[in-house]
């Protein structure tokens, strides 16, 4: 299932020859499938057997308007985690009723907006924050709905910084006896109607072991509840499916909603996942140019602040250059134009290049616009989109205006 492919010598997305793009819009320039976008959602939304399950898309992963409405038209609802994702998924249309809110350290803004839009839950990460949600609903004189996020003390393996689930990280409620009490405040507050527990380990995850254990956490929490009489609409298993990059194969969607769906079967709660990269990743390129050949080094047009996977986490994302017919392979490191030497997209490619070509960085759906930054002054890419074999432009590359807008002198 990839929508990226050569025909004729020539690096295609779906019916559009990524040279013809690139000539275009120029580079770097970030290229996604729409037909990839909705087979990925419908790869989870097809997935469920028991009609009451809901995929709520990690809109973090990818937040481009058209993006989203084209997740959202697919049935799938939305992870948010911050004010600006609510107003994105509120704008393209989203029901909030399949709107879930996670994060840390949500603001006060945040969860009054939250609650006015009457989303279907808060995942509360501290006993603070379940005081402040009722606090503020209290003042809105309105009931605001949570689940209880729990740290399940699971470690999910893959890179440190994307582990969430172990004693120790910031996410979720740890203490059996602080999650209990804190259900039982929630089910008697005239301001809060607890609707479920959640839980998410980690992301780019291998195996469904860790899902399957905590699963069993999730469930022998909520039997405790029932045995005080607290029933739960939902249980939310989170995201974290991880994708291939290099040739790694993890599980599908189907293999994960098969098991779990299997495992809510004894059960009347519904289950609720918070899928992002495996819906993004292998959705969108990013196009650049290799500007410099100099030793060993391909200088291409992008750079660390337009894909910091590789500098942040050592990523390896597959780079391939648009005309496909490779002979005089050579092994190169992928560099950007950033004055830092963890500015690299790539270490020991192995490709056939020369001054003017232009590479594909594939697999970047995920992560990778959402996290580009102005370092160094630099515009952020354009974004694209391919629908057969129309090409839109769904985010205008930056300008220098656009830098500047904020900016002012201080005698001004
Ligand atoms: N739910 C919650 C509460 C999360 O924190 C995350 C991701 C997800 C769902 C979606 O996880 P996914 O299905 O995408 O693995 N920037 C890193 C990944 C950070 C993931 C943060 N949380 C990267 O580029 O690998």
């Not at 959640?198 to 254990?213: F, N, T, W």
Request: glycine fraction near 8%; aromatic fraction near 8%.
């Amino acid at each position: 299932m990839n929508n990226f492919e050569y025909i004729s010598g020539s690096l295609f997305c779906e019916d559009v020859d990524l040279l013809a793009v690139a000539n275009e819009y120029g580079t770097p320039a970030y290229v996604y499938s729409k037909d990839a976008i909705i087979k990925n959602a419908k790869s989870y939304v097809d997935s469920f057997t028991n009609s009451t399950s809901l995929a709520c898309f990690a809109v973090k992963s990818l937040s481009n308007l058209s993006i989203l409405k084209i997740i959202n038209d697919s049935g799938c609802g939305f992870d948010i985690v911050s004010g600006g994702e609510l107003q994105r998924v509120l704008s393209v249309g989203a029901d909030p009723q399949k709107i879930i809110f996670s994060g840390v350290g949500k603001s006060k803004e945040e969860i009054k907006e939250a609650i006015k839009n009457k989303i279907l839950s808060f995942n509360v990460e501290s006993v603070s924050e379940l005081y402040k949600i009722e606090n503020i609903a209290k003042e809105l004189d309105a009931i605001a709905s949570i689940s209880i996020r729990i740290n399940p003390d699971i470690d999910s393996g893959g890179h440190d910084y994307i582990t969430t689930g172990r004693k120790g990280d910031k996410f979720g409620i740890s203490s059996t006896e602080d999650i209990l009490s804190l259900c039982k405040h929630a089910s008697s507050s005239s301001n809060l109607k607890l609707v479920g527990l959640a839980c998410h380990i980690g992301s780019q995850i291998m195996s469904l072991d860790g899902y399957e254990k905590s699963a069993n956490k999730v469930f022998e929490l909520a039997d405790k509840l029932l045995e005080l009489g607290i029933s739960l609409e939902f249980l939310d298993m989170g995201g974290g499916l991880g994708v291939s990059y290099e040739d790694e194969n993890p599980p599908s969607p189907k293999e994960l909603i098969a098991l779990l769906e299997n495992k809510f079967l004894e059960r009347n709660e519904r289950l609720i996942l918070e899928p992002g990269r495996s819906i993004s990743a292998n959705t969108g390129v990013l196009l650049t140019k290799v500007e410099f050949i100099k030793e060993n080094f391909l200088i291409v047009d992008a750079a660390m602040n337009d894909l910091l996977r590789p500098a942040l986490y050592k990523a390896v994302h597959t780079i391939s250059n648009l005309k496909g017919d490779q002979k005089n392979l050579k092994r190169w490191n992928v560099v950007g134009p950033v004055c830092e030497s963890s500015d690299f997209l790539g270490k020991n490619v192995e490709l056939e290049a020369v001054e003017g070509d232009i590479l594909a960085i594939r697999n970047v759906g995920a992560y990778g616009f959402v996290m580009a930054s102005n370092y160094n002054s630099r515009l952020r890419p354009c974004e694209i989109l391919i629908d057969g074999d129309k090409t839109k432009i769904v985010r205008k590359r930056e300008s220098m205006d656009d830098l500047l807008a904020l900016e002012r002198f201080t005698d001004d």
